[in-house]
């Protein structure tokens, strides 16, 4: 079992009445990867996530996790698997401790174990003064992390985490992002799912991003910022023709196709800020008068608008792709 | 040492007495401490039950004869009231399916069921455990009613061990009825819808039936359905079982053998709902 990937999935398709959330979906996760799948609002990565957690089945294609059908052996991928949703799934009621309790006895766990278990990791995830009051008096992040720490107790070999961070305030973030790296630090194999690129070039070593259903990019954080072409340099003028001139001025310095909208040009470049320094001296050579200039990290809009190719067929309708998605921004 | 390392658990337990069984007393416990969080809940639904026996044995009482006894209009006051408080014991028990409808239900539109659903546990433990939980919660109820009963001036006539016998066929009623209520709960779309459709069985059921008036004082049509109706056949065992008036009784196979009807008809309805309930929650996702 050991030598089959942790996840492995090919494929895949699910279909909710007449729409498409999953449409010939592949995926492989080595053991001990961490692997970020990026997408908009809708892109299927719950739908995904679902699937391979047993929760749903696909309609068509084939998935295994550590070895394992995941419609025919359903109960060894529950063995293998710890899964934090999208919404936190802890009883209100209980207290954090109870819920720890419920959760390892229904893993079948000894009573002994569950225990010291319980205790360590209310420890670690900060909730050793909270582990006896009831999950309704607890903030977000709170929840968040109980949440985690129950599908930890049972030490899964592989983690699924639905859009971990969502809802959360900065520091709960920040401390969400810890604890993940924790773990990956010790060896779990975790499937992540976000809608941030930030996020998935913190907490992934390896991401695939998804659009409707199916896979349209992957790579590490570094080779789908190349593919984007990284940072965007965006640089107005005083009028259309001026911006005209201002793109073949540069040529030298970015390193993509210029998008000119109006009196602005937006461009991709490598090369961090000292672009900047050669955008300006090159401009200043043709003697075009800036009237603003900037650096701009690449940001998920820009990921899909150059991996979709919106772009390149209306550049005029260049915000539209994305607020169409939907695509919450921070 | 990192607590959140991973690896294999060290320590797995062996099944005892079979996994579902386990698991579905883990559910119950969960279900039964949910009950002892929210007291005001608890609190009203012990209300409710006490309130008709105070209605019917200050207000009504009396109002309706029980052919066969009671002489003078006292007697006949005080027979009613030995006659109603089995009714009102078996209308409890069946209105108990409510709580698992809307339990139910809520526990379908929480998060929590995705992570019992991605637990390698028993697929029918979450509704073991709730049928099992809202069996247990009745013993509360029967002993709050109970007491009222007695002093209304309900008596046990005929001992200790027919009355213990009375109430546990109530129960295993009440445990007969959660799993039909469990099974609506899976079956409505929503906690809202679930309150009503909770219930909405449970008035003609129980109202067909000998709880508040005797069978013999219905028209004739409706004699046979309210003697093959089990919550009938319930009330007169516990009736018997009490020592408690059960009036003149029409000849009908389940009421001549009222405590045996009762508890085949119970594990028919189990025999029935409880795979339905499974199969319905095998497939829900959750909503
Ligand atoms: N239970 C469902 N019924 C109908 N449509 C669904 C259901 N779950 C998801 N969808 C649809 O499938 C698509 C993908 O959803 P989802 O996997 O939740 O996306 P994401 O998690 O990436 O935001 C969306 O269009 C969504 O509306
Ligand atoms: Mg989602």
């Given at each position: 079992m050991s030598d089959k990937p942790a996840v492995y999935a090919e494929g895949i398709t699910r279909i909710f009445g007449d729409v498409k959330a999953l449409d010939g979906m592949d995926l492989v996760v080595q053991r001990g990867q961490v692997v970020g799948l990026l997408g908009p609002n809708g892109a299927g990565k719950t739908t995904m996530v679902r699937i391979l957690s047993t929760l749903l089945k696909p309609t068509g294609g084939h998935a295994e996790v550590a070895g394992f059908d995941v419609v025919k052996q359903a109960n060894q991928v529950r063995r293998m698997i710890g899964l934090t949703g999208q919404y936190a799934a802890v009883d209100e009621y209980l207290t954090g401790r109870e819920n720890l309790r419920m959760f390892g006895d229904l893993f079948h766990l000894t009573p002994k174990y569950v225990k010291a278990r319980s205790e360590e990791l209310l420890t670690s995830f900060d909730l050793d003064d909270a582990a006896d009051r009831s999950v309704r008096t607890y903030s977000g992040g709170m929840r968040r992390r109980l949440d985690l720490a129950a599908s930890l107790i049972a030490r899964p070999e592989i983690l699924f985490l639905d859009e971990p961070t969502t809802g959360l305030d900065p520091r709960s973030r920040l401390g969400m992002w810890q604890v993940i790296n924790d773990l990956v630090a010790d060896g779990t194999t975790v499937l992540l799912t976000t809608q941030y690129l930030e996020e998935a070039d913190q907490l992934a070593q390896d991401i695939v991003v998804i659009d409707h259903g199916h896979v349209i990019a992957h790579g590490t954080a570094e080779q789908l910022k190349d593919q984007i072409g990284g940072d965007r340099i965006e640089v107005?003028?005083?009028?259309?023709?001026?911006?005209?001139r201002a793109a073949r001025a540069m040529e030298s310095v970015i390193?993509?196709?210029?998008?000119?909208?109006?009196?602005?040009?937006?461009?991709?470049?490598?090369?961090?800020?000292?672009?900047?320094?050669?955008?300006?001296?090159?401009?200043?050579?043709?003697?075009?008068?800036?009237?603003?200039?900037?650096?701009?990290r690449p940001t998920l809009d820009d990921v899909f608008?150059?991996?979709t190719g919106h772009l390149a067929e209306d550049e005029t309708q260049r915000p539209?792709?994305?607020?169409?998605?939907?695509?919450?921004r921070r | 040492m990192s607590a959140i390392t991973v690896g294999r658990p060290v320590a797995l337990r062996r099944p005892i007495y079979g996994w579902a069984l386990h698991d579905g007393f883990v559910v119950a416990r969960r279900n039964l401490i949910q009950t002892l969080r929210v007291p005001e809940l608890l609190f009203f639904s012990l209300v409710q039950p006490v309130i008709f026996v105070l209605l019917f044995a200050?207000?009504?009482?009396?109002?309706?004869?029980?052919?066969?006894?009671?002489a003078s209009s006292a007697d006949a006051a005080n027979a009613y009231r030995q006659y109603l408080m089995p009714g009102i014991f078996g209308q409890t028990v069946a209105f108990a399916a409510a709580a698992s409808t809307v339990g139910l239900a809520e526990d379908m539109s929480r998060g929590i069921i995705d992570r019992f659903r991605a637990l390698p546990m028993s697929p029918s433990a979450v509704l073991l455990g709730r049928t099992f939980a809202d069996a247990v919660r009745q013993i509360l109820v029967l002993a709050v009613l109970s007491i009222t009963g007695l002093l209304v001036g309900w008596r046990i006539n005929n001992g200790l061990f027919s009355?213990?016998?009375?109430?546990?066929?109530?129960?295993f009623f009440a445990y007969t009825v959660a799993w039909v209520g469990a099974w609506i709960g899976l079956s409505v779309p929503n906690p809202e819808t679930a309150n009503t459709a909770g219930l909405a069985w449970l008035f003609p059921?129980?109202?067909?039936?000998?709880?508040?008036?005797?069978?013999?004082?219905?028209p004739d049509w409706l004699q046979?359905?309210?003697?093959?109706?089990?919550?009938?056949?319930?009330v007169l065992s516990t009736r018997e079982l009490f020592g408690n008036p059960t009036g003149i009784q029409p000849h009908y196979w389940s009421l001549d053998h009222a405590a045996l009807y009762t508890l085949i008809s119970c594990a028919v309805l189990i025999g029935i709902f409880a795979p339905l309930a499974v199969r319905k929650y095998r497939n829900a996702t959750s909503r």
């Open positions: 107005t003028v005083h009028d259309a023709a001026t911006a005209e390193s993509g196709h210029p998008l000119i909208e109006g009196n602005k040009i937006s461009a991709p470049v490598s090369g961090g800020s000292m672009v900047l320094v050669g955008a300006i001296r090159a401009l200043d050579l043709e003697q075009i008068e800036i009237t603003d200039i900037m650096l701009r608008m150059s991996l539209e792709p994305t607020r169409r998605r939907g695509v919450r | 200050y207000v009504f009482g009396g109002a309706i004869p029980i052919p066969g006894d009671g009355a213990l016998l009375a109430y546990a066929l109530l129960l059921l129980t109202f067909l039936s000998n709880a508040f008036v005797p069978i013999s004082s219905m046979p359905i309210a003697a093959y109706n089990p919550i009938s056949t319930l």
